[in-house]
């Protein structure tokens, strides 16, 4: 399947939840119902000279960037493929004497790309980046100060040639990356290695027993050839028989975690009592 295509779904208005996502057609296990290319995507702070900056993918010897000697890339053609991203964080981090952590450094690449794009609707996508949600208002005072602190270090290390953004769209980036931050793992999908947006995922909502799963699909080593190396994407996967007009829902966290915790971190992170049918069941067991 195309990344970008997204006939095979609808945006709705769901229950209690907000905007939802439900499927236009009848889906079986294993099913790609969509695949999407990350809008913007960065390697943790640890991992930065490990994995590929590009295809997310950790090697044991990676080409470093010779301009600013922090990006590094499997190859030739992870190189090219990321310059049109890497272009004003290269010069950014060469300006700045080194690069910022990795907050900073996924709110800059979203903002280039806002800058290259403009922040309405693109190509592929149901939803655009300024629509996304961003939950600041919910913030506790904690939070509160750690996106000061992430402002703050964000306005030392963007470019005063490039496009100046106001104080509550940078902290809208912010909010967006600490709601919809979907975590990327290396090719084995053992080692959460980056972080990425992925506008249309945003818009699959919770359930503690999903219908749907997501694989981030770094390709494979036989791939590692091939024209799709560097395209990294996400798929989204149904679990089992889907109806048409039935919800798509994705677990936001472990399902492993016993019910209170769970319900805990959902209200912690992303702001919600859930009322799926299993924490309802649940909470008349307790
Ligand atoms: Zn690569
Ligand atoms: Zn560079
Ligand atoms: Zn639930």
Not at 112 to 136: A, F, K, M
Request: charged letters at 25%.
């Amino acid at each position: 399947m195309t990344p970008g295509e997204m006939e095979m779904v609808e945006v709705f208005t769901s229950e209690g939840k907000g905007r939802g996502l439900k499927a236009a057609k009848e889906f079986w296990a294993g099913d790609v119902i969509f695949a999407e290319p990350a809008y913007a995507a960065v390697v943790f702070d640890s991992l930065t000279h490990l994995v590929c900056h590009t295809c997310f993918k950790r090697q044991e010897k990676l080409h470093r960037c010779g301009q600013c000697k922090f990006a590094h890339y499997c190859d030739r053609t992870c190189q090219k493929d990321a310059w049109l991203n890497h272009k004003h964080e290269c010069s950014a981090v060469k300006a700045h004497g080194k690069a910022p952590n990795e907050n900073i450094r996924l709110a800059a690449r979203i903002m280039w790309r806002t800058e290259r794009e403009g922040g309405g609707l693109t190509e592929g996508c149901l939803v655009s980046i300024d629509d996304l949600q961003n939950h600041v208002e919910n913030f506790g005072e904690e939070e509160k100060k750690e996106l000061r602190a992430d402002v703050e270090s964000f306005l030392n290390f963007w470019p005063a040639q490039s496009q100046q953004f106001g104080m509550q769209y940078i902290s809208h980036i912010f909010g967006v990356i600490n709601c919809n931050g979907f975590t990327l793992s290396d090719q084995r999908g053992l080692q959460a290695v980056g972080v990425g947006i992925f506008p249309n995922l945003c818009l699959v909502n919770h359930d503690c027993w999903p219908n749907c799963t997501v694989i981030f699909n770094n390709g494979n080593h036989e791939a590692v050839r091939s024209m799709f190396h560097t395209q990294m994407r996400i798929e989204l996967r149904a679990l089992g028989k889907i109806s048409p007009g039935e919800e798509l829902t994705v677990s936001y966290v472990d399902f492993l975690n016993v019910s209170e915790e769970r319900r805990e971190q959902l209200q912690k992170q992303y702001y919600f009592d859930c009322t799926c049918e299993h924490c309802q069941k649940g909470s008349k067991m307790i």
